[in-house]
């Protein structure tokens, strides 16, 4: 039972409900396309004139066109079938990660165009910001055939004003207060939109995902990169707090006296189970200090690590399990604190997942309350999928289908 604010709402007007049915018929053509209008009159349970009313306002507006005729049925007309249009418009997503930035260019229905590209981050926002708006120029000089672009969308490892479009505080990127978007929005030319990298995964997998999953009650993903992101989704809705901040499970202890963090804090759930983390526990020294590393550990990536621990090295395949546990460790806390319908993981140790789901699963019935908590679903969303850089193109694509705000 959801109570009314009586301090912000918006009061039903005349052209409420219209508004409503406009975006189901939306979000329908989304989930079923390509769909004739007598379908969607079907799937909305309204009359065909009332469907097809709704289908001229999107048709006026070309967020939906007319595409192939299909068969009569009986002596009736051909239906006409209906597309969300993604022609000739496109959207850029960015993953910034400490270690390297990413690149991908989309349709705006998030289907990926071209390869993705990536290059060193530079922890100097300046630099980057200069190196990042001359990469996307150079993209979409690369792939002009695909037309405008409608936005640049901006997944960033840390906290994160997406209404001032600030960086507020960044730890893997020992960033605070810092204005990314204007100044790469003034350098490209076109509105860009930032998030963190939790919140956007998550808001990748709410639209991606055509089931009721994510609709009704709490899903959560988790995503292990150079970090920890964790994104919240509560009834079809991003659970972002009093300053955009909630779900910041990775910097909740495992243990006061652990390794230290990137934030600062020691013991975080983060320094346990980071990419960094897991290699430093394989090379038996911490690499996220200032000091320089040899050109085999510099290099080395955990996929290397995990290719050696499935050929059977055994100092590889302790180091990934005890990552494993750590990591349903660290789970148990999110469904004793959320009771989740599901848990979505990404990131570079899933490719990992047939050695580790036991050990993962172990460690976290080791600390779940109930047993139905030990039972929850766990959904991997592989790397191949690049759910963050998804997740950036979601910012700017996925507010058109979003359900109006009444009451």
Not at 320 to 347: C, E, F, K, Q, W
Request: one cysteine or more; proline letters at 4%; charged letters at 20%.
């Amino acid at each position: 039972m959801r109570k009314i604010n009586p301090h912000d709402f918006k009061v039903a007007r005349r052209g409420t409900s219209r508004t409503i049915n406009r975006q189901i018929a939306l979000n329908l053509i989304r989930a079923h396309q390509p769909v004739s209008r007598a379908d969607l009159a079907r799937l909305m349970n309204v009359r065909r004139g009332v469907a097809s009313l709704l289908v001229s306002e999107l048709l006026d507006e070309a967020l939906i066109f007319e595409g192939a005729m299909g068969e009569a049925v009986g002596r009736g007309r051909r239906p006409t079938f209906l597309y969300i249009d993604s022609r000739q418009r496109c959207v850029v997503g960015v993953d910034i990660r400490a270690s390297r930035t990413y690149i991908m260019v989309t349709d705006l229905m998030g289907r990926q165009l071209g390869v993705v590209s990536s290059f060193q981050t530079n922890r100097d926002v300046g630099v980057l910001t200069q190196e990042l708006g001359r990469r996307i120029k150079q993209v979409l000089a690369d792939y002009k055939e695909v037309g405008a672009c409608e936005g640049v969308g901006v997944a960033v490892p840390g906290m994160v004003d997406p209404a001032a479009g600030r960086v507020v505080h960044a730890p893997t990127l020992s960033w605070r207060d810092v204005n990314l978007r204007d100044p790469l929005a003034a350098a490209i030319g076109i509105p860009v939109h930032i998030e963190n990298s939790g919140k956007a995964c998550a808001l990748a997998q709410l639209w991606a995902t055509r089931s009721d999953v994510m609709a009704s009650g709490i899903s959560v993903f988790v995503s292990v990169s150079d970090g920890v992101g964790i994104g919240v989704v509560v009834n079809g809705e991003l659970l972002r707090g009093r300053h955009n901040t909630a779900g910041e499970f990775g910097h909740v202890p495992l243990s006061i006296d652990g390794p230290r963090c990137s934030c600062g804090a020691t013991g975080c759930w983060e320094s346990y189970i980071s990419n960094i983390a897991t290699l430093s526990r394989y090379f038996g020294r911490d690499l996220a200090g200032s000091g320089p590393l040899d050109a085999e550990t510099a290099t080395f990536s955990v996929e290397d690590l995990i290719a050696r621990a499935r050929a059977g090295d055994p100092k590889a395949l302790a180091a990934v399990n005890s990552t494993a546990r750590y990591l349903g460790l660290g789970l148990s806390s999110i469904i004793n604190a959320l009771d989740p319908v599901r848990i979505y993981i990404g990131g570079e140790i899933t490719t990992a997942w047939s050695l580790i789901e036991p050990i993962v699963r172990s460690g976290l019935r080791e600390r779940t309350l109930t047993d139905f908590g030990g039972n929850t679903e766990i959904h991997v969303v592989p790397a191949e999928e690049h759910p963050r850089l998804r997740g950036a193109v979601a910012l700017v694509a996925a507010p058109a289908f979003a359900a109006p705000m009444v009451a």
